[in-house]
């Protein structure tokens, strides 16, 4: 019922920015027995994201399992899915482990590897480039990978 008046407000509204009072109920009635995105109690915004896509997929692609889906009617994974290769590259020797690859539709990075890793990366560089964002990130999530040698 929640969903069909958010979907509704979607169509018919003429409003710049529809109340969020719909999509905290549906919220909280979905995700009721997990205790999670109740009414006044605050949840991540990635997390919640990332669950009403999953919702999503599961409404309109239940036959196809989430970390492999290609239904092209899936709106999530065609539109906001990525696909990631893991790959651990040996700082000392250079070497590389098999390529790992996967589909997530939120990728989380510590806000503390990504303030370091810019700063030390401004400190070596005059101006920023337009690929230093892409390192960044690649270099922020292998933060504290502890892992041996490939």
């Known amino acids: 019922m929640f969903i069909l008046s958010i979907f509704a407000q979607f169509q018919f509204s003429s409003e710049r920015v529809l109340p969020s009072d ?47 889906c290609t239904a092209k009617h899936c709106i999530p994974h065609q539109k906001f899915a990525m696909t990631l290769f893991e790959q651990c590259v040996c700082n000392s020797c250079g070497a590389t482990s098999d390529p790992l690859p996967f589909i997530q539709m939120v990728h989380y990075i ?4 990504l303030c370091n890793q810019a700063v030390r990366m401004l400190e070596c560089r005059e101006k920023p480039t337009p690929d230093m964002f892409g390192e960044l990130l690649r270099n922020a999530s292998n933060m504290g990978d502890l892992r041996n040698c490939p």
């Open 22 to 68: 719909a999509l905290r109920s549906a919220l909280a009635k979905t995700f009721q027995d997990e205790q999670r995105f109740q009414l006044g109690i605050m949840d991540d915004a990635a997390e919640c994201f990332e669950n009403l896509l999953m919702r999503i997929h599961f409404h309109i692609s239940a036959e196809s399992r989430e970390d492999i």
């Open 110 to 113: 510590s806000t503390t590897s």
